[in-house]
C-alpha cells in the first residue's frame, strides 16, 4: 500500500525549530529513497530534502540547505526532517513521499504524484 502519513506540524516564532515525521507503510519506507516537499498557498509544491534508502546520503534544496536536517529510521518505517532557524518563508503544508534515487543518491522528484498525503501544516510567524 502506497501511503506516507506526515506530523509534527504546527505554529511557531522565528528561529524556532520543528521536527517533522513521516510514516510510511514499512514496504515502502524501507526499499525507497524519501523526500520532503512544501507548497505554500497558490504556489508551486517544491522539494526540500530526500535521503537515501540506506540514509547514507542526503540532498537539500539551496534554500534550507544548513537549516534543515533529514534523517530516517527503518526500523520505525519513519523519516525525519529537523527545521531549525525557522524563518516566515518556510511556512507552507509538508508533505513527504517516495523519491527517485540512482547510484546512492537520491532526487527530490515524486515517484508517484497521484497519492499525496494530508500533509502537515507549519506556521512560521511572531
Known amino acids: 500500500q502506497w501511503q506516507f502519513v506526515e506530523s509534527g506540524g504546527g505554529l511557531v516564532q522565528p528561529g524556532g525549530s520543528l521536527r517533522l515525521s513521516c510514516a510510511g507503510s514499512?514496504?515502502?519506507?524501507?526499499?525507497?529513497?524519501i523526500g520532503w516537499f512544501r507548497q505554500a498557498p497558490g504556489k508551486e509544491r517544491e522539494g526540500v530534502a530526500c535521503?537515501?534508502?540506506?540514509?547514507?546520503?542526503?540532498y537539500y534544496a539551496n534554500s534550507v540547505k544548513d537549516r534543515f536536517t533529514i534523517s530516517r529510521d527503518n526500523a520505525k518505517s519513519t523519516v525525519y526532517l529537523q527545521m531549525n532557524s525557522l524563518e516566515p518563508e518556510d511556512s507552507s503544508v509538508y508533505f513527504c513521499?517516495?523519491?527517485?534515487?540512482?547510484?546512492?543518491?537520491?532526487?527530490?522528484?515524486?515517484?508517484?504524484?497521484?497519492?499525496w498525503g494530508q500533509g502537515t501544516q507549519v506556521t512560521v510567524s511572531s
Open positions: 513521499t517516495a523519491v527517485r534515487e540512482l547510484d546512492g543518491h537520491c532526487a527530490i522528484r515524486a515517484l508517484r504524484t497521484d497519492s
Open positions: 514499512g514496504f515502502i519506507a524501507d526499499r525507497y529513497a
Open positions: 535521503i537515501v534508502s540506506s540514509g547514507q546520503n542526503t
